[in-house]
């Protein structure tokens, strides 16, 4: 089946450093690409949508300046955090898109990235 | 190696009852999670179990037996608007999350 890859599993860095998370569809093409950070009681927050080639789209109340998504390949979306702050801990997923040529329409989840900022 | 079945798809009718299962084999665990997804949609969270038993929230419940790996997601009054996708999630001895690949449910009147 489709997999989807996210690097690193965990990262804990300095507040006012930036974190590069990396999210790769490694069997597939995904033109989109999801961005989510999952909240204490579990429940998901897209964050934005990254599409191949162009800008993302962020949710509102998302800031993009400090949430730097970039999609240049079809199997590679990077969402970097930049100058993080203790409220940045979290856990980002990533998802990937994937439309077969039968028509189906799937997301697939990656494993995620638990952030700690210190 | 890590895996999560459930059912590809399942069809029900409005005002019934359907149980979604679930099977995995993880490298530890520490929480099975359960998620809503219409079509071009955030999943919506609906249920979270680490320990055994049953979890009643509403019209849905979540059931969890760890020692067989197994849990199920019990929707009760069925909706037309519970058609919809459910995924099942572990969370690993890592704190990685494993999905399932979720089952789609076709509500018809």
């Known amino acids: 089946g489709a997999v989807v890859s996210q690097h690193p599993s965990w990262v804990i860095c300095k507040s006012g450093t930036s974190v590069k998370i990396e999210c790769r569809s490694l069997?597939?093409?995904?033109?989109?690409m999801f961005w989510y950070r999952q909240f204490p009681k579990q429940s998901l927050m897209l964050m934005a949508t990254?599409?191949?080639?162009?800008?993302?789209?962020?949710e509102q109340g998302v800031e993009k300046d400090k949430f730097l998504i970039n999609h240049a390949s079809l199997t590679l979306s990077t969402l970097t955090v930049t100058s993080a702050h203790p409220e940045d801990s979290s856990f980002y997923i990533c998802?990937?898109?994937?439309?077969?040529?039968?028509?189906?329409?799937?997301?697939?989840f990656g494993p995620g990235t638990r952030l700690t900022v210190t | 190696g890590q895996n999560i079945d459930q059912p590809t798809e399942m069809t029900a009718t409005e005002g019934a009852i359907v149980q979604i299962n679930c099977t995995y084999q993880?490298?530890?665990?520490?929480?099975l999670f359960w998620y809503q997804q219409h079509a071009g949609e955030a999943p919506t969270f609906l249920s979270y179990?680490?320990l055994d038993g049953l979890e009643e929230k509403g019209r849905f419940s979540s059931f969890l037996s760890r020692s067989k790996g197994y849990s199920y997601l019990l929707l009760k009054e069925l909706q037309m608007k519970d058609s919809a996708s459910y995924l099942c999630?572990?969370?690993?001895?890592?704190?990685?999350?494993?999905w399932g690949a979720g089952t789609k449910l076709i509500i018809k009147p």
């Open positions: 998802s990937a898109r994937l439309i077969s040529g039968r028509g189906s329409d799937e997301q697939y």
């Open positions: 069997d597939f093409q995904a033109t989109t």
């Open positions: 990254s599409n191949e080639g162009s800008k993302a789209t962020y």
């Open positions: 993880t490298s530890g665990f520490n929480g």
């Open positions: 179990n680490v």
């Open positions: 999630a572990i969370m690993d001895s890592n704190y990685q999350l494993i």
